[in-house]
């Protein structure tokens, strides 16, 4: 069966201090693989994917993420986090019609 | 413009009212969806419209009707609603739904959402 595991439901991290968001999967299959961010009150917004190609792929906002086939991960990392970065940080992959979830991880900036 | 708009952003609603939730693109897209998102959860896939016409409905019970008068717009009617419908209600849209692709692989863009509780 297809899954995708985020180990953490919540990460504090203090500002300026690197992080990684864990994200694990479970497919058989290729997968496509995306990273969302959900700010407070609103909707999710895409971080960055993996499609094809490299590894490592940079997104938005200073963060990257790199697709580990086989360790079957996809962490997200941030080199200097930003008060603004507090968030609930969604995984995905690619089911056959729509997005399979991660339960979130809310990483919380302390300053 | 990479912008879903959603209104209203709250709604209060009795179990006996009929309301609707609103969902505007004008990126093109010919893909919209709804999702239904509970407080420190995912969201959850409720309905796919492609290219106008309902493609997949996630076994949503009835009160739940979506309607979708345009490539722009997207339409949530509510009726009879109960207190465990109470949560974030969000829409999205793609350039395409799945469609012959194996893996869905589409970038989502969405709206801010409409927080609704039931009373």
């Known amino acids: 069966a297809q899954s995708v595991t985020q180990l953490d439901s919540q990460v504090p991290v203090f500002e300026e201090a690197p992080v990684e968001l864990r994200c694990n999967y479970s497919s058989s299959v290729s997968v496509y693989l995306f990273w969302y961010v959900q700010y407070p009150n609103q909707g999710l917004q895409l971080l960055l994917k993996?499609?094809?190609?490299?590894?490592l792929v940079k997104g938005i906002n200073g963060f990257e993420a790199e697709f580990n086939k086989s360790q079957t991960s996809f962490h997200l990392r941030k080199p200097s986090v930003h008060i603004s970065d507090t968030a609930e940080y969604f995984c995905a992959f690619s089911g056959t019609y729509k997005y399979i979830f991660g339960t979130g991880t809310r990483l919380k900036v302390l300053a | 413009d990479t912008e879903v708009t959603q209104t209203p952003k709250h709604l209060v609603m009795g179990m006996t009212n009929k309301k609707s939730l609103k969902c505007e693109q004008h990126m093109g897209h010919r893909a919209m969806y709804w999702y239904k998102q509970k407080a420190k959860k995912p969201p959850e896939l409720m309905f796919v419209y492609s290219y106008e016409k309902l493609s997949i409905n996630e076994s949503v019970p009835s009160r739940f009707s979506p309607e979708c008068p345009n490539s722009s717009l997207l339409n949530l009617h509510l009726h009879a609603l109960q207190p465990e419908d109470s949560a974030l209600y969000l829409c999205?849209?793609?350039?395409?739904?799945?469609?012959?692709?194996?893996?869905?692989?589409?970038?989502?863009?969405f709206g801010p959402g409409t927080r609704l509780l039931v009373l």
């Open positions: 999205a849209s793609s350039q395409f739904s799945s469609g012959e692709r194996r893996y869905y692989q589409e970038t989502q863009y």
């Open positions: 993996y499609l094809s190609g490299s590894t």
